[in-house]
């Protein structure tokens, strides 16, 4: 059965290739995020498919899931270049975001919503509150050097929150304001990470396309004396935002 | 101009509920997520609305973004229902997967590509090994349960590698293979998250639709001496993993 055998044969090779470009698309990313492309442009197709021992095919594939991930974009007479730019939040100590990027750029935030709500059940729970107990809501928009980064929705005891209500939410961590008005650090956060398709309102919110893989974190913070006192849900854009750290084999 | 008042208000209003339906669909993700709902039955629409006093209509929207991230499915005659499993992958501590997962079942490996290859530069820079010396590759489709939880794609250095092709990956992490071949600890590994899209020959090994949010995990692992001795890109399927672990105030 030669015929099969050729399809077979072929079928073989379109999944060699698209198993070696994704390779190549991998180390290319981690280039792109880490700077390796100083002037913002990535070597000639040629140029890659000698240095990765690549076909031209496999380079132009791996380039398409660069493009799919809108790292790159190729510009006519310059070539490919990078057009994403992702920002590293840190994964070793608690940070909040103005914190964690301040040497790449001002964090603002756009107060969507501010205001007491009641506290529905699992909010009240997480916060140690007796249900349906007012707490305060807080909803941003936070942009880095003007684009969204991400969408953040914080739930804070009203006790402690009241005393936000008349802070420079726009232009400070709230992590800041916790600490500024309970006069102790914060303590510890127990975070929880997930990749999730974004909705078409959040993209739109977040002017990122629908369906755009965003970074969801989930994070209970407490204050040093071990009380919960702020409970976020963040929608990190995917294409903005890497998290770093550093783990250990032995606790 | 009434009309334009009143599209301006109704807009106001689709907005508010698309916010709303958020606010209510991260908290019953977290409550799905968190193992609230035992029978895998979420509650009738009527009491969801009692409980987080919202309107019917936005929870019918709340929960079609949770159907939209396929966490739940509405089932005739029964209601919605819980068809996703995330599992929990500590980030606290280093850990192979069948390791962090051990409670949650068993972790099988479909060796796709294993042996030799020639280090492209990003590669050997980062395991600190001359430029193109062979190292050894693998690719892995990690199930857990049967189905597909993530694509591993590794290089080690040759000297440490050419041990584990005798091993049986199928069943076993690489990060217990490189400590009984090592005859020594893991030390650290430096981490980096990302949330992407899958391109569409990931998304179809993973058995995930085009375009899903995957979690996409670079890791460099070092012995306990300090040697780079496993670089790995990890895609995992987003509907199926969860990333946990506690972060500190100070260091």
Known sequence: MPAER???????RRRLRAD??????????HQILSGAFPTGVLPLEHT????????RNTVRQALDLLRGERLVERQPGVGTVVVAEKYPHGLDRLQG?????????TVTNEVRTVGPVPAPAPVAH??????HTDVLYIERL??????PLSLDLTYIPLDIGSALLG???????????????????????????????ADAH??????????????????????????????????????????SGLLRRSL
């Open 6 to 12: 050729s399809l077979d044969h072929a079928a073989r």
């Open 20 to 29: 070696q470009a994704r390779q190549l698309a991998d180390l290319l990313r």
């Open 48 to 55: 890659l498919a000698a240095d990765y021992r690549a076909s």
């Open 97 to 105: 975001l103005a914190e964690t990027l301040h040497e790449h750029g």
């Open 126 to 131: 997480r916060l140690g509150l007796p249900e």
């Open 142 to 147: 936070r942009r880095l050097g003007g684009l």
């Open 167 to 197: 802070c420079d939410l726009e232009n400070t961590d709230v992590f800041r304001l916790l600490e500024q008005q309970t006069g102790q650090p914060l303590g510890h956060a127990e975070i929880t990470l997930e990749a999730v398709n």
């Open 202 to 243: 959040s993209a739109a919110v977040l002017q990122a396309p629908r369906g755009a893989a965003v970074l969801m974190l989930e994070r209970l913070t407490h204050l040093g004396d071990g009380r919960p006192v702020d409970l976020e849900f963040i929608r990190f854009r995917g294409d903005r935002i890497t998290m």
